[in-house]
């Protein structure tokens, strides 16, 4: 992966050419534990369309660690914005501990809807192939109910990872929004969605970008 700008946030990743990064999970795991035991913070998963499935990163990254914990939607196949997004805001609220988002496709524009209405405190946030909410010529069509994505700069550190094949959304639009935010954009090469449909089930370079993204919070 590369990265393709410079967070206003953070001061990530100096020089970065495009790269294989490997981290197996148990050094992932302990990384993350010393992490965390500073930082104190919750990571919530925030899956997209049809849920994540025992094979997606996410609920791989679930599994193994400690302070996870998921959005749990009603209905998975049929979203509706403002379901999804009461959930959302639920379980930002109900934390009591700071909250890193790690939020997938649809997951992405469920969290930034839900940030202007959240009361406790959002440390960062880690987003993964954002869906193009915007076009009409992207399927399925439930994506279109959850645009246009808010533009006003994000309220904490965040990054963008973003694929150049992905079905679901143009790497222009990920990286148009990115900037609306503020986010550090990462470009993920030939990815596709970056879920376990497309080989990333076990994840070593989200798994080492993610581990960086939260030391890096604790700068």
Not at 12 to 29: A, E, I, M, T, V
Not at 113 to 123: D, G, R, S
Not at 156 to 181: C, K, M, T
């Amino acid at each position: 992966m590369a990265v393709a700008n410079r967070d206003r946030h953070l001061g990530l990743y100096r020089k970065c050419n495009p790269c294989r990064l490997r981290l197996d999970f148990g050094s992932f795991r302990r990384q993350i534990a010393a992490i965390m035991k500073v930082s104190e913070a919750h990571i919530l998963i925030v899956p997209g369309y049809t849920n994540s499935g025992p094979d997606h990163w996410q609920s791989r990254w679930e599994r193994k660690l400690s302070t996870a914990r998921r959005v749990v939607q009603a209905e998975w196949s049929k979203p509706v914005r403002e379901d999804w997004v009461a959930r959302m805001i639920e379980e930002v609220n109900a934390a009591t501990k700071p909250v890193v988002i790690v939020a997938h496709s649809l997951g992405i524009a469920t969290a930034v809807h839900a940030i202007p209405h959240c009361k406790k405190k959002i440390a960062g946030g880690f987003l993964v192939a954002p869906p193009d909410v915007a076009n009409p010529n992207v399927r399925p069509k439930h994506l279109m109910t959850f645009g246009p994505y808010p533009r006003d700069p994000l309220p904490f550190p965040s990054l963008v990872i973003a694929s150049r094949n992905d079905p679901f959304g143009s790497y222009e639009q990920a990286g148009d929004i990115a900037n609306a935010w503020g986010s550090l954009l990462i470009d993920a090469g030939e990815a596709g969605h970056i879920n376990a449909e497309s080989g990333h089930g076990p994840w070593p370079e989200g798994t080492m970008v993610f581990a960086q993204f939260l030391t890096r919070l604790q700068a």
